[in-house]
């Protein structure tokens, strides 16, 4: 059984995704708050997570940010206000969809669907130390072909990031948000540059290895075999 976690603090809305996500055989926990969310996300690690917006301790998108620091887990988001779409999407929080409120819980059930298949058809296909890579998280290195690559901590944390989803396309938003954990000015400039040194070390591997695509207008992604 997939496991569905919602963090949502109206119970009438809340009930109703209950009701319809079990109906649909998924084993759902739910919170109201987003400290008790975050806490069951690592305590019972779910596969889809349910994120309303307007929580009273926090707001979605700062309990969002601060999740993805630790967690690729699949996000939608469930939002009162349509200008807050444009932050979802404009923004790029990190989130996977989002669903506007007043919603038919039937609608999400499907969403849910759709980006639990993505994501584990993503993951099934690409397992990245068939091609030569081992991400060891608790010492903080990434080996290629038993070689430990000399990475500096952003330098690692963009390998690892894009390495956690292969082929997945990441904005120059999307990889600042998971990887620098104080703001810097010009932003886009300083992903490009941890980029090209990533390149070069891992050229200085092996001169054939470059698995990190350029996707003009939109970022990188990482692309094995
Ligand atoms: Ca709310």
Known sequence: MQKILIIEDEPGIADNLIYALKTEQFDVQWDRLAEEGFKKLTDWSPDLLILDVG???????ELCKRIRKISQVPIIFLTARTEEVDRIVGLEIGGDD???KPFSPREVVARVKVILRRSSGASNTVNVEEHGFVVEEEKARISYEGKILELTRYEYLLLKTLLSQPERVFSRAQLMDRVWTEPTGSFE?????????LRSKLRDVDENLNPIKTHRGLGYSCTLG
């Open 98 to 100: 989002y669903v506007t």
């Open 55 to 61: 929580l009273p301790d926090t707001n979605g998108f």
């Open 189 to 197: 400039r300083s992903v490009d540059t941890h980029i090209k040194t």
